[in-house]
DNA sequence: GATGAATGAGATTTCATTCAT
DNA sequence: AATGAATGAAATCTCATTCAT
């Protein structure tokens, strides 16, 4: 069961680097498999398909990142404080797990049943607004502020400092991403703030 | 003559509602010409190929989008009411052009070689990114910020509006897109001033 | 009509260029246009389809041969002479016309409908199979052989002698082509005599 | 790995059937693969492509004359008696596997890259222009005569010989057969010698 | 569990031919 | 006669999925 559950990592972690090279649709069953260093019909024997295995793979990148801001939002700080510590989970990804990113970045809206309906998605967006709607309760966030809007448009600054990595148009040496972080909190987020 | 680019349109906006529709990789061919009311070989007279025909969507669609905040960037107005009409222009596409919106959200980082490299996407986004480095030297924007980085978020937050719109997730009357365009405005683009 | 016949001549001459260059099935009707100088439906003004076209450069190319292989038979001279005058006539075509060399030995054998049925080129070896046995009647060639197939095995050895031009594969400096034609006489012909 | 061969050589053997039948190109893919009782994938499961299957069929066909040759080569016999023996190879080869002699005789000149260029047939005439220079040496081919052109001329001869049987021209009995060897053996051959 | 040969539907693209002008 | 846009059938090749071993 152990080795079992190895073989299924193998394919796991082979998938996000197969996809960020090669994109979902240009990558081939066959290219997981062989950069898991399995057989090919092994993929089946873990995933319902192709498209199974990309869904899995989201689900656990946005299980980390849902538990990570799970945890950032049961802390007892104020909201602005929390809002700051999640970009900076976010922001890190790129640095911790890059072809992740990129895999994100590249087929995060793509693949029509995948779209944003997988349960993980759903409940970090919900967290974040979550986040936000608490500031407006405590009183450090601006009470006429739409929190899902909040939310989102935060998740978007996000993301695309990550695509501007992803794409090499932004820079990203640890220094930048501390600016990046920086910018975030100082605009977007100081934004926010009543 | 006439004739000619007639059909030619006629392609191209049966490809922004079938794209739109059914995503760009699960559409096929045949289904832009049926739309079109064209024989399927008449794409091929057109244009090179699927692929072509994508990336002449986007390049129309861009060059519009970069006209506009061109003729923004122009007008003689302080560098935030100039963000605030270019958030205004994009938010406003949503209720213009539906499909195109779906089209970009969808597709936008998708597709390699298309990739922020078409020219029009790269203008656009320095147009963006002179406007707020304008606002620093005329004072009205803070000189600390980073002037690339607060034109990417803006775009992010922005794209990411858009997408909560395609994706049911964000409400969209008229009032509600209203209230984003104040949002970005009294949030991000606030949070840029000095 | 001068003109008229002009532009099918073109039509022609481009033919065989393009054939020569790309052979039939790789090469297109527009190539053959645009070769030409004229536009693509004109060529259906003048051939049936791309397969008449070929076919009409065989019918000529063919008729010529004969005509002079014809004109050779005239001639008072013995049946081995007259031998020896084909062959050179054959081969001089490589000089003469290359790339309809080219496109002989490429597609004669191909092209279903056009094998061996062409009337010339029937009559062209019906001409070589009088010339030997007319050889046998006046006692130059021996009686023994069947005329038909030394007529066969002539044309043969001449075509793979083009065929190893057209393939770079045998030298064809005119001194060549001299000694060519010296050897078909000096070993082929000479082993039809009597 | 048995059953693997096995299925190759279906496709392949079924493949010399479908192109004698209908031409390289007028047959398809799925012809072949049906003609071999397997499914149309499998045909690119073991060749890259149709042309693929082409060269592999002339291969393995001017392989096995290949390996005649040469062992007629070997053999200890005047060249004149080792080329009787290959001229009877080569026109046996009409009994033994006509649609083989059918495509070989159809489309050895088509398909650009297979032009000669196959190692197989530089080789088979390499041989067969080594035997003439060693007639040469031994004596008992004439000095003068161009080895290499002696090769060509004779391969012409028995291909056009072959090239009749195919297109139902020369009468191919057995006794036909025969006396196409002697007719090859006592005028061309015989032209060789000195 | 593991393997990889076998399957076959489906999509893009090509291009000969037609036809309106 | 001349043009070239328009048509659409057909063919190759890909690749997700299945399945026998």
Do not use: C
Not at 163 to 191: F, K, N, S, Y
């Amino acid at each position: 069961m152990a080795a079992t559950e190895e073989k299924r990592r193998q394919i796991l972690d082979a998938a996000v680097r197969v996809f960020a090279r090669t994109g979902y649709h240009d990558s081939r069953v066959g290219d997981i498999a062989k950069d898991a260093g399995v057989a090919y019909g092994l993929v089946y024997h873990y995933f319902e398909s192709k498209d199974a295995v990309l869904e899995a793979v989201f689900r656990e990148a946005w299980g980390r990142l849902l538990a990570a801001i799970n945890e950032v939002e049961r802390s007892q700080q104020p909201a602005p404080e929390q809002l700051r510590l999640v970009t900076k989970i976010v922001l890190r990804t790129w640095r911790d797990d890059p072809d992740l990113v990129r895999l994100l970045v590249r087929e995060i809206t793509r693949s029509p049943h995948l779209q944003r309906e997988i349960d993980e998605i759903a409940e970090a967006f919900a967290a974040l607004e979550r986040i936000v709607a608490h500031g407006q309760r405590e009183g450090t966030i601006r009470a006429t502020l739409d929190a899902r809007l909040a939310a989102w448009m935060l998740y978007g600054a996000l993301e695309e400092i990550l695509t501007g990595w992803v794409l090499g148009q932004l820079r990203d040496t640890p220094d930048d991403v501390a600016a990046a972080e920086r910018a975030v909190a100082e605009t977007l987020i100081a934004g926010f703030l009543s």
